[in-house]
């Protein structure tokens, strides 16, 4: 009796192709995520980077207010002073002093508003720079899922991707 032969090569054959097939369509997701991802967090570094930079000019105009504020400090002081060792005060004095008095809260105000704009966009810049943060860990993770070829790390990827673009919108909404 002959045996007949079952062709087991072509069928592995068309198991193997099937198989790499199948993972590269996988794979091309993987790659288009880590794309995606990849310009999140350029955009959101370059968002952080900005906030950091209006911070800084804030704190130095802040600084700078802070120093107009102890300069009119000064003058009125010394006026006072010049007022209280005259014994009276001329009506010019006296307008001076009033005037720098008035300038003072002014200036202070407005340095006040300052320090808060610095502080609130260096909270921006934070919370921007942990969504880079876990942009950057999800590419990460990513490679990860394409070289040992396993789904579940490209799940992980795509949910520390999600946290970045939450602490995108957090930064985008918060004042």
Known sequence: MEESEVPLEHLHEHVKESAEDTGAVWISWVALSTAVLAVLAAIAGLLSAHHVNEAMMNQIEASDQWSYYQAKSIKASVLDAK????GTANESDRSKYDRYEKEQEQVKSEAERKEAAAKSNFHKHEVFARGVTMFQIAIAIAAISALT??????????LFGAAGCAFVVLAAITS
Do not use: D, E, G, N
């Open 149 to 158: 070829r396993k789904p579940r790390f490209w799940v992980v990827s795509l």
């Open 83 to 86: 007022m209280s060792l005259a």
